[in-house]
């Protein structure tokens, strides 16, 4: 099977390491992806920051690619690229032509260097995904 002979080369590569799971580990982990959804949801309607909201939306998409990591009974190594490797990994589960991949590591190396423009981070990755109307910075939060 092609996709445990990836999974099993980063093991080699001590990026990841075997650890079943079980059904409360991934609700747990969905559980906190739909409420930082929740929570980037209500950023939007308090017009709160767009770093602020670029963190809830990475910080939920990324619970989500370490439930589908974990569901296939692997963890990220600490210290290896933790949140680099989750998201690579989607490339092993839901993502093969790695177009998700492209996109959410965008988003992570935006976040990841301070203060951004949402738009124009996620145009620059998806242009199809070009928002209809470009969120403001707060000035007050």
């Not at 093991?11 to 079943?20: A, E, F, T």
């Not at 210290?79 to 490339?91: D, P, Q, V």
């Not at 301070?114 to 403001?136: F, Y």
Request: aromatic fraction near 6%; glycine fraction near 4%.
């Amino acid at each position: 099977m092609e996709t445990r002979v990836s999974y099993e080369n980063w093991v080699k590569n001590s990026w990841l390491d075997k650890q079943s799971s079980d059904r409360e580990e991934i609700g747990r982990l969905l559980a906190i992806a739909d409420s930082r959804l929740d929570d980037y949801r209500k950023a939007v309607k308090a017009r709160l920051s767009t770093d602020v909201q670029l963190g809830l939306a990475y910080e939920a998409a990324r619970a989500s690619a370490t439930a589908a990591l974990r569901a296939a009974g692997y963890r990220v190594v600490r210290g290896s690229n933790e949140h680099y490797r989750t998201i690579e990994a989607l490339e092993f589960s839901i993502d093969p032509e790695k177009k998700i991949i492209r996109t959410l590591d965008t988003l992570r190396r935006k976040r990841n260097t301070g203060p951004i423009r949402w738009a124009q981070c996620i145009c620059e990755s998806t242009p199809s995904s070009k928002p209809s109307a470009t969120p403001r910075r707060s000035t007050g939060r």
